[in-house]
T-cell receptor
Framework: GNSVTQMEGPVTLSEEAFLTINCTYTATGYPSLFWYVQYPGEGLQLLLKATKADDKGSNKGFEATYRKETTSFHLEKGSVQVSDSAVYFC?????????????FGTGTRLQVTL | KAGVTQTPRYLIKTRGQQVTLSCSPI?????VSWYQQTPGQGLQFLFE???????NKGNFPGRFSGRQFSNSRSEMNVSTLELGDSALYLCASSYGTQNTEAFFGQGTRLTVV
């Protein structure tokens, strides 16, 4: 079945540091890939997405590129802020290519300090 | 446009009781999915409804059930609650079922004592 593997956290960075959170996946067919963010006490917010190979999703300074050859979708940001502290989840759609069943990674907690 | 609304936000129940959680999707969205989030198991898919029909179901016991109404609002029910059912239950809505974005509510925090 489908699966998503994320790097273990927590990740602790100083403000303005460069961020990379690794994500690799196993899936049949051609899934869409997503990054969601969860702030304390909140639900999930869609951060960015990519629907086909070589697509780059971007939002709020975050970027991720759909790499089919390495089955990866790593999240990057050039300069993190304290307000980016949250848990980040990599996810993919079900094998049928629908958004109806998301498979999530375990999440990576990011803590940004001054 | 209002987002996904889940009620109640917090709930405390006793073992053996049953509980019903509610989710109102974004206006115009017809697909509603439910997820369970726990520290040990992470985010796990429960089921998905589209136009009042269950389309997908995750690997949960029959104590977990759901339904969707004609206005797309959805409810999930858990009967004979166990301590392990304590979790954050998240609802997500999307417009359709083909590569459309899923928008999540803030969740219902269920504590079973």
């Amino acid at each position: 079945g489908n699966s998503v593997t994320q790097m273990e956290g927590p990740v602790t960075l100083s403000e303005e540091a460069f961020l990379t959170i690794n994500c690799t996946y196993t899936a049949t067919g051609y899934p869409s890939l997503f990054w969601y963010v969860q702030y304390p006490g909140e639900g999930l917010q869609l951060l960015l997405k990519a629907t086909k190979a070589d697509d780059k999703g971007s939002n709020k300074g975050f970027e991720a590129t759909y790499r089919k050859e390495t089955t990866s979708f790593h999240l990057e940001k050039g300069s993190v802020q304290v307000s980016d502290s949250a848990v980040y989840f990599c996810a993919l759609t079900g094998a049928a290519g629908t958004a109806s069943k998301l498979t999530f990674g375990t999440g990576t907690r990011l803590q940004v300090t001054l | 446009k209002a987002g996904v609304t889940q009620t109640p936000r917090y709930l405390i129940k006793t073992r053996g009781q049953q509980v019903t959680l509610s989710c109102s999707p974004i206006s115009g969205h017809r697909s509603v999915s439910w997820y369970q989030q726990t520290p040990g198991q992470g985010l796990q898919f429960l089921f998905e409804y589209f136009s009042e029909t269950q389309r997908n179901k995750g690997n949960f016991p029959g104590r977990f059930s759901g339904r969707q109404f004609s206005n797309s609002r959805s409810e999930m029910n858990v009967s004979t609650l166990e301590l392990g059912d304590s979790a954050l239950y998240l609802c997500a809505s999307s417009y359709g079922t083909q590569n459309t974005e899923a928008f999540f509510g803030q969740g219902t925090r269920l504590t079973v004592v």
